[in-house]
């Protein structure tokens, strides 16, 4: 696209302007439409929404559900929102046209006061003015936005298409907010040193050519239709720390944590067999490497051992510091499907 760009030469923006006051005049239009974005896909197709959601009062879902009045319609919102894939950025989910296009008329009626909405960031008006404008904001763009996914699976495909270009597109901030199925930590579950890891999906081995006998080959793509399998080597999850870990220009990377699992987080969860592959990110400041995880318990029961989990001596070496908070619980959220409010 570079190539076939015209100079624009007519253009008093171009012509008469230097390039780093256009640089701050980009700067100027990503700060007014929202320097922090939710890159999702809807109905195959990219889109972005702008970040509204405030994370400084912490995850307050569950906080709020159970304040609210039983069989009333906020307890009805509540429970949705405890069960959204986007976790405490629900506010910005409601704010996409993939959400409002599925809601029935219970939801479109129900209005809660406390809830901003967002509006459209026009955020691809000015990359289309004309090639030369969008070969020279695109870098900009990347530079000074914060690109937030709740998807996995959408993150590691995005990052495959633009993370590696990092001179023409210098990502420098990310924010990952995940819940994750209970499937996906079990594959870091510790079991017996002489025991395989746990793999999920359809294999029954690899034969001579390096293709599995389901059909599948050895990048985890299937040729069949069935589902590729999911190991602690190969999983979503992984491929977007494999992404992360390439990317050189990161100045800012915050990755908020959940599981779907009922049982509680210190009992099946061992953070460093999880995480180990982000101690191989490289964010120049450690402090802007944030990895937000659940609170632990002070002293409980029963549970993995300590070795297990980012704290204290675990964390000397780490790029990345550690920052816990309160997570809805899962049970409880699971008794409410029952109508049920737990103990």
Known sequence: ?????????????????????????????????????????????????????????????????????????????????????????????????????????????????????????????????????????????????????????EAHEWLSLYGGSPEKLPIRSLEICILTSQNMTELYFPTSEEGPNPTFGHSNGSNSNGSNSNGSNSNGSNSNGSHPRISRRSNPWQRVCDQLAILPNLQSLYIWFHSRDLREWHKRMSETCFFARLFHVHVKDRNKFVLALPDLPLKPKRGLPSHHFLENEMLEDAPFVVERGPRPNNWRVHLMASGLRGP
């Open 1 to 153: 696209m570079a190539v076939t760009a015209l100079a624009q030469d007519g253009s008093p923006f171009f012509s008469m302007l230097p390039p780093e006051i256009r640089d701050m005049i980009y700067q100027d239009v990503w700060s007014t439409i929202g320097s922090k974005q939710h890159i999702y896909k809807d109905n195959e197709r990219w889109s972005h929404v702008p970040c509204i959601a405030d994370y400084s009062t912490g995850d307050n879902r569950f906080e709020k559900f159970t304040q609210s009045a039983r069989g009333s319609e906020e307890e009805y919102h509540w429970v949705k929102r405890l069960k959204s894939e986007w976790c405490y950025h629900w506010c910005c989910e409601q704010s996409t046209p993939s959400w409002q296009r599925i809601q029935d008329e219970r939801n479109m009626l129900w209005k809660d006061e406390n809830v901003k909405q967002a509006s459209p960031s026009g955020l691809m008006s000015l990359l289309l003015v004309c090639k030369r404008m969008y070969h020279e904001a695109l870098p900009s763009l990347c530079a000074n936005t914060t690109f937030i996914f709740t998807d996995l699976s």
